[in-house]
């Protein structure tokens, strides 16, 4: 059993990881209109990969006997200045995520639920990688600055990211 304030912010964070996905796929939207199909293959397989968080926490609440809600997914933005833009946007929102696992944390150890926060130490260090990954490519974008060759070769790298087991 989870308490029903657990039980809603375990919802809400269900909500917010497919939010994730979707404002990443809207991402690879972006890349593919200008043609860096690297770039969004690296947006699609980000977006894979909270959509499958999101379903840790559907799982979870279901072994907990706790029901799922699932809640409209807000509009995520649909254009950004530049790929600059876009990736700085990754490591905001990031940040944003994982000040949103911190206040999961806070709450299940508030509420003495020792399992709850068991299973959110997984994205607790997750986040950690999540964060690290944004800065790498954030920097590597940054450094390509105007350089058109830099940043073919860099879009040439993204086009082989694939699900890794390291990152399930
Ligand atoms: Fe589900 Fe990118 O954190």
Redesign the pocket.
């Given at each position: 059993m989870v308490s029903e304030n657990m039980e809603k912010a375990l919802n809400a964070q269900l909500n917010a990881?497919v939010y994730?996905g979707y404002l990443y796929l809207s991402m690879a939207t972006y890349f593919e209109d200008t043609d860096l199909y690297g770039f969004a293959n690296w947006m699609r397989v980000?977006a894979e990969?909270?959509l499958e968080?999101g379903m840790k926490f559907y799982d979870y609440i279901i072994r907990r006997g706790a029901k799922v809600t699932l809640e409209a997914i807000e509009k995520p933005q649909i254009e950004w200045d530049s790929p600059l833009a876009a990736f700085e946007h990754v490591l905001s929102?990031?940040q944003t995520?994982t000040g949103l696992i911190n206040d999961l944390v806070d709450l299940a150890i508030s509420e003495k639920d020792h399992a709850t926060n068991n299973f959110l130490q997984w994205?607790v260090e997750?986040?950690v990688e999540?964060e690290e990954n944004a800065m790498e490519i954030l920097a590597k974008v940054k450094l390509a600055g105007d350089s058109r060759e830099i940043f073919y070769a860099l879009n040439e790298e993204f086009a082989t990211r694939t699900r890794g087991a390291s990152e399930e």
């Open positions: 990881e994730s980000q990969e909270e968080h929102h990031e995520v994205f997750e986040q999540e």
